[in-house]
C-alpha cells in the first residue's frame, strides 16, 4: 500500500535518515557481508537507504524497488559512483528479480504496508542466495495504528503482525535469526539468513 501525504512526509525527511544511519550501523555490527555483493532493496522510498547500503556495505550491483513511482522518481535523480544500481517500480509480493541471484535484501519498513506481508517474506527468501541475509526494520501495530497514528497514517489493517507472528513466519519462509533488537509494542531491527 503507497503512503498517504502525511506518512509520505515524515520518511522523506532528514530526520527519518539519520535513524537510518543508525540502524545500518548495527546491521554492519551484526552481519558486515563482504564488499562486492548483489543487493536488493525493497520498499525503497525516495532512495536514502540505497545510498547508505552503497556507502556502508560497498555492493558491486543494487535493486532498488518501490511500489510508488513517485518515489522511484525521487531516488533515481541521485548518483551514486562504483555500483550498478537498477531503480525500478515493483510489488514486493512478485519481485521481478531471479531467484537465488542477491547476496542481501534490505527492508526499511515496508513490510508492514503489504497486506499479503507473507507472500512478500516467501518473495524475499526466493530471490536470496542460499546464505543470504534479509536486514529488516519494521514496525508493529501498536506504533502505526494507535489512536493517533491510526488516524495519520494510512496501513492495511487486516492480519497485521507482531512479534510471535513475525517470528514464525519467517522461521516458516526459512530464515534463522542472526541478531535482533526489539520492542513489544514499537517494532523490530533484525538480521534474518537463509540456510546455506
Ligand atoms: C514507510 S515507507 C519507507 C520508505 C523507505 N524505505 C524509508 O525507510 O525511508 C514504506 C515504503 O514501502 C513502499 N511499499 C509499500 N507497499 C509496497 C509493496 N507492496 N511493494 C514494494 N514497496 C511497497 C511504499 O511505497 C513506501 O515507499
Redesign the pocket.
Known amino acids: 500500500?503507497?503512503?498517504n501525504w502525511f506518512?509520505r512526509l515524515?520518511?522523506?525527511n532528514p530526520v527519518?535518515?539519520m535513524a537510518?544511519r543508525v540502524e545500518i550501523q548495527w546491521f554492519k555490527r551484526t552481519r558486515p557481508g563482504s564488499p562486492g555483493q548483489r543487493v536488493l532493496?525493497?520498499?525503497?522510498?525516495?532512495g536514502?537507504?540505497a545510498a547508505l547500503i552503497h556507502r556502508n556495505f560497498r555492493p558491486s550491483r543494487v535493486y532498488a524497488?518501490?511500489?510508488?513511482i513517485r518515489?522511484v522518481r525521487m531516488g533515481a535523480t541521485s548518483r551514486h559512483e562504483g555500483v550498478r544500481l537498477t531503480w525500478g517500480v515493483?510489488?514486493?509480493?512478485a519481485i521481478p528479480v531471479k531467484s537465488a541471484s542477491v547476496d542481501c535484501v534490505f527492508?526499511?519498513?515496508?513490510l508492514?504496508?503489504?497486506?499479503d506481508w507473507r507472500q512478500?517474506l516467501v518473495e524475499v527468501r526466493r530471490v536470496l542466495k542460499p546464505g543470504g541475509a534479509y536486514y529488516m526494520?519494521e514496525l508493529y501495530p501498536e506504533s502505526y495504528q494507535n489512536a493517533i497514528t491510526g488516524r495519520l497514517f494510512e496501513h492495511p489493517t487486516h492480519d497485521r503482525f507482531r512479534s510471535p507472528d513475525l517470528s514464525r513466519a519467517l522461521r516458516k519462509t526459512g530464515f534463522t535469526s542472526v541478531g535482533r533488537l526489539e520492542h513489544r509494542w514499537l517494532g523490530i531491527l533484525g538480521v534474518f539468513q537463509t540456510r546455506c
Open positions: 500500500m503507497k503512503l506518512e515524515v520518511v522523506n527519518r535518515v537510518q532493496e525493497i520498499g525503497c522510498g525516495r536514502a537507504g524497488f518501490d511500489l510508488d518515489m515493483a510489488d514486493a509480493t527492508g526499511f519498513g515496508f508492514h504496508h503489504v497486506p512478500a526494520e
